[in-house]
């Protein structure tokens, strides 16, 4: 929607209009108007977050339209100067918009400009939403053959347009530089007293969490690329479980799983929990011990229930969002999520485009805007492509990446496993790399694991990184 346009969004028919009596405050806005011209000061600070399309009054839209035009001119803002652009732009001295802005010259300036500006947008908002509301209200009256968790998921959409791009004082006040470097102060005391990084989100693996400073940080875009067959979902899933008991607190975990049935994550939490070897938990030759270790961990799993898995089908950034949203909204936190894996989900229906490669670039921005505005941090695997295959040093590069370079451009840290090819029979086998590639908040390094096949389990072997070799 343009600025200058005055519907909203999905907005109501002029009779639909008339008979909702759609709410508005002629007096705030006509004060917020008064406010803006009150000074240079009021309009720097505050001219700059109000949008046209929050006046419900056409005249009071255009008056601040011709002012906000003024502005950016850098011509001083008066009502008289004001109603010349807007006699001009309509070519009528005698249009309304021009009588109410000559009017507003020596009218008592208003002090209280916040309370105003948020009473005008509270009131914007809320004939967005009523008209988002109707639109949703005649989707599941008219509702033919369509799947009903489509129209759901169109309705939570206009929901969200609604409000969207609503920026408030305190928004503004919040992102100011003293209070974005307080964290930052406290964070350096820390370091200072503590002699080390304070901690985040403790993954579980040391040499990962020094290397991340701290651990898994809200808001940021965590990637674990591999070959098939590398053990990415079972490192995800023992990082899951490290999550799940590194805090007295109950830690809030949401693993969405694109490749594997929810069935066989839940196999493989078992074996690494009991210690059963995976494949013999299909079969019912279970020896007494590890009969007992599987009841056991088939108890503890029952008191999971902060551990949510989903299996969606064709998972796109929009309904990743509302489960996102919904899961802290029940849970009341939500700590880590997990994406197995980006190569599977789904762009936009409006952003579909021949190459895939702009579509995973769609996803990744979407998530890493979605661990910002959630404040929690996203582990996304990834898919490597056969670039190492041709090489003499086949250990991974970020250019390995598969679909596109925007998944290293968007995330924050970039882990690797890898593995040497070796028979099952040598000894070294079992032994894995996890190889941080691009760190933006830490240095790079190698972390050496053993991955005990048997029961989807990975371990450290050196709790102490590795520099990353040149590559």
Known sequence: MAENEFDTPDALTLTESLNERLPSNQLAEYSLLIALFGSADAWDEYGILVKPAWFMDPNHRIVFEEMRAAAKRGEPLTPFSVATHIRDRFSDSKHPAVELAIGLHGVEPIDDIRHHLILVQDYHDRRALIGALSAASK???????????DVIERIHQ?????????LTVEDIAKSSAPALIQPVIEELEYIKKHGEARNYLDTGFKGLNDLSWGGFRPGHLIVLAGRPGMGKTSFALNLCDNVLHSDDQEMTVLFFTLEQRTEEIM??????????????????RLNETEQKSLDIAVQNIEFYSNFIVMNPDGLSITSMIHAVKQIKRLKGRLDLVCVDYVGLMQPEESKRVQSRTLEIQEITRGLKNLANQEEVPILALAQLNRNADSRTDQRPRLSDL?????????????????????????????????????????PLGVINLEFIEEITEFREIDERSEPLPDQ
Request: zero cysteines; hydrophobic letters at 25%.
């Open 139 to 149: 989707d599941a009256r008219e509702l033919t053959g369509e799947n009903i968790n």
């Open 402 to 442: 598969r679909d596109s370079g925007s998944i290293e451009q968007d995330a924050d840290m970039v882990t690797m496993l890898h593995r040497e090819e070796s028979d099952r029979n040598d000894p070294n086998y079992n032994k894995v790399k996890l190889m941080v590639t691009k760190n933006r908040h830490g």
């Open 267 to 284: 196999f493989k939490m078992l074996s690494a929990t009991s210690g059963v070897p995976f494949g013999k938990l299909k079969t019912t």
């Open 158 to 166: 206009r929901i969200d347009k609604s409000s969207e791009g609503r």
